[in-house]
């Protein structure tokens, strides 16, 4: 089975260890980094690793310059920008989408316990008046049963809500796919969005990017927001009327949003979340960095070799799944 490397040199540099590059020379002969510019002079392969910069061809390029290919192995997460050209041309499409929702789990599981610890708004407070802030910490319940809700439960939302089961946590989850089954295997409770905004003292978001979601996180929830409260995205920016959590967080300091994630990416210059001292704001470093992105890689080399054997492959990426995954 013959395999190459195709997409943006820089990435696929970063995130294929030398290791692991030199595991996929000597298992299919991956060599040289072919980019969508060389289409032209691509080898025969059946087989591709990419990761974050995967071009998006349209099926007849796949059908003319890959025309024996059978699978996509992309050690990166979301696959929405390129796989349904793919999906339609019969490869299958494969993602360490699993990989990269570990570090995005520890992430957003940390927040939420500091949350409950009052650390954001704390922190904050204690630079300039150590007294009131040591106050300020009978505001904040701490980790034992304090109510936090959880939006969405796809792969990240599920790891976040499975994280918090070892903690004394009152977890609610908004999602149309978590079940009663599922409510009742991880001890999580079924709830409205309102319910959530209006009850929980920590809202962590996970929801999946599509068309039908974004904005979803309106001016009428955010506006239930309860003082003290902390709104954590490490999902994506889109989701949120960010002029309507401005809003809030002008109006109530007490509020603090903890994002990740904002739309635009990053915030245009003149946005209020560089300012407001309620924001704590990092440049979507929440998933795979450092030494983190070769977990993603070891993962696809993995996926690859059930493949290439006849097993049951984990991280298959289907038609049916993009219209729920992130």
């Known amino acids: 089975m013959k395999g190459i490397f195709f997409g943006d040199a820089r990435q696929i540099g970063a995130v294929y260890s030398g290791e692991q590059r030199g ?8 060599g040289k980094i072919y980019t969508q510019g060389g289409l032209g002079s691509l080898p025969a392969a059946d087989i ?3 990761t974050w910069g995967m071009p998006a061809l349209t099926e007849r390029e796949i059908r003319q310059y890959f025309p024996s290919l059978r699978a996509v192995f992309y050690a990166a997460g979301s696959v929405q920008a390129f796989a349904r050209s793919f999906l339609e041309c019969g490869v299958h499409v494969y993602s360490a989408w699993q990989a990269n929702a570990v570090p995005v789990t520890e992430t957003a599981v940390a927040q939420i316990l500091l949350a409950n610890k009052g650390f954001f708004y704390l922190s904050r407070l204690c630079k300039n008046d150590y007294a009131a802030a040591r106050r300020e910490t009978a505001r904040f319940m701490g980790n034992f049963g304090a109510k936090v809700g959880i939006l969405g439960s796809g792969a990240i939302g599920m790891r976040v809500i499975g994280e918090l089961r070892r903690h004394d946590l009152d977890v609610y989850v908004c999602s149309p796919e978590f079940t009663e089954e599922a409510a009742e295997r991880t001890g999580a409770k079924r709830a409205s969005l309102t319910e ?13 990017d599509l068309p039908e979601t974004r904005g979803m996180i309106g001016r009428g929830v955010l506006s239930l927001l309860r003082p003290y409260s902390t709104f954590i995205n490490t999902g994506r920016g889109a989701q949120v009327d960010e002029a309507a959590l401005i809003e809030v967080l002008e109006r109530d300091r007490t509020v603090t949003a903890v994002l990740d994630v904002t739309f635009p990416e990053p915030p245009l210059p003149e946005s209020k979340l560089f300012t407001l001292e309620n924001v704590v704001l990092t440049p979507h470093s929440a998933g795979s960095s450092g030494a983190e992105v070769h977990r993603m890689a070891q993962y696809m080399i993995e996926e690859s070799c059930r493949f290439a054997s006849g097993k049951e492959c984990l991280f298959e990426v289907t038609a049916q799944m993009l219209q729920t995954m992130a």
């Open 196 to 208: 959530i905004f209006a009850e929980c003292g920590v809202i962590s978001n996970h929801i999946a």
């Open 23 to 30: 595991i996929l020379q000597k298992l299919y002969g991956c």
């Open 48 to 50: 591709l690793f990419s």
